[in-house]
C-alpha cells in the first residue's frame, strides 16, 4: 500500500509539473499523447472503465492543418461552436472519416445545415430548435445523437436550459424521431480548486441519474471537463471531455 501511495504522488507531481511546463513547447501530436496517457491514468485512479471517456478535440478558431494533424494523431471526434467556422472545416476536410460535434449556441436559421452535416449536437436547450432539428435531419442518416445543454448554475451569461426545466425538455426531445437523446452537457461556473469544480460536474451526473429513474431512459453521456479541469469532470462521471486549448494551445 504504502509502495502505491509514494507511486501515486510521483505520477502526480510528474504528470502535473509534465503537463504545465512543457505544454507550451509540445506540438499538438506530443500534446495529445500526453493527455491520452493523462485520461487513462484518471480512469484508473477514478476506477472508469479504460477508453470510457472520449477525447473531444474542441478545433474553433484553429486552421485546417491543425485538425489534420490532430487526426494523424488519431483523434476522429472534432468539434466547433460557430456554424459558419464549422462549416468551411467540414467541406474542406470532407476526405477524411472525422465525426462533428456541434456545441455551440443554436439558432433556428442554421438548424437545417447543421441537422444534415454533423452526427451529435451537445447544446440543445430550447424544444423549438430540437423539433427543428429532428424535422430537418434526413432519413438517410442515423438519428442525430444529442444532448442537452445545462445551465447549472443558472448563469446570465451562459446558455442551457435551467434544472427546473430539464425533465418536461428530456421528456419532449426523447420523443422525437429522429433525435437520439444521449444525455446532458454542462459549462459550470468557475471555480478555481478541484473539489468545487467535482461538486459541480456532480450535480450534473445526478440530474442524469434523476431523468433516467423518472422517465425511464438510458441515458449514457455526460460531456463535461475542458482543458483545465478534466481531473473532476472524470472523477465525477465525465464520458467526452471537450478539449480545445490544452491540445490546439491558446486561441487568437
Ligand atoms: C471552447 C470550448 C471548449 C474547450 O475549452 P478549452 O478550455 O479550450 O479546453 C469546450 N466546450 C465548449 C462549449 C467550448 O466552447
Request: hydrophobic share 40%; glycine share 4%; aromatic share 8%.
Amino acid at each position: 500500500m504504502l509502495v502505491l501511495e509514494v507511486t501515486w504522488v510521483y505520477a502526480k507531481i510528474h504528470c502535473q509539473t509534465n503537463f504545465s511546463l512543457t505544454v507550451e513547447i509540445m506540438n499538438i501530436k506530443e500534446r495529445i499523447f500526453n493527455l491520452q496517457q493523462q485520461i487513462h491514468f484518471l480512469e484508473a485512479k477514478y476506477y472508469r472503465a479504460q477508453g470510457s471517456v472520449l477525447l473531444l478535440a474542441v478545433s474553433k478558431s484553429h486552421s485546417i492543418s491543425a485538425i489534420e494533424e490532430a487526426k494523424q494523431a488519431g483523434l476522429t471526434h472534432f468539434a466547433e461552436n460557430y456554424w459558419q467556422e464549422m462549416q468551411e472545416k467540414i467541406l474542406a476536410l470532407r476526405h477524411l472519416p472525422i465525426i462533428w460535434h456541434f456545441i455551440g449556441a443554436l439558432q433556428s436559421n442554421k438548424t437545417e445545415a447543421i441537422a444534415q452535416h454533423v452526427s451529435w449536437v451537445h447544446s440543445i436547450d430550447r424544444s423549438k430548435i430540437a423539433q427543428l432539428l429532428s424535422d430537418f435531419r434526413p432519413q438517410n442518416r442515423p438519428p442525430l445523437q444529442v444532448c442537452l445543454q445545462v445551465n447549472l448554475d443558472e448563469e446570465k451569461s451562459k446558455q442551457g436550459v435551467p434544472p427546473s426545466e430539464l425533465q418536461s425538455l428530456a421528456q419532449f426531445v426523447s420523443s422525437l424521431p429522429n433525435l437520439k437523446l444521449r444525455g446532458l452537457m454542462a459549462i459550470p461556473k468557475l471555480e478555481n480548486d478541484s473539489e468545487a469544480q467535482y461538486e459541480s460536474f456532480l450535480r450534473l451526473k445526478k440530474l442524469q441519474q434523476f431523468l433516467n429513474e423518472k422517465l425511464n431512459l438510458k441515458l449514457d453521456t455526460l460531456s463535461m471537463g475542458m482543458s483545465s479541469d478534466l481531473a473532476p469532470a472524470i472523477q465525477a462521471g465525465s464520458t467526452i471531455v471537450r478539449v480545445g486549448r490544452a491540445i490546439f494551445g491558446e486561441r487568437k
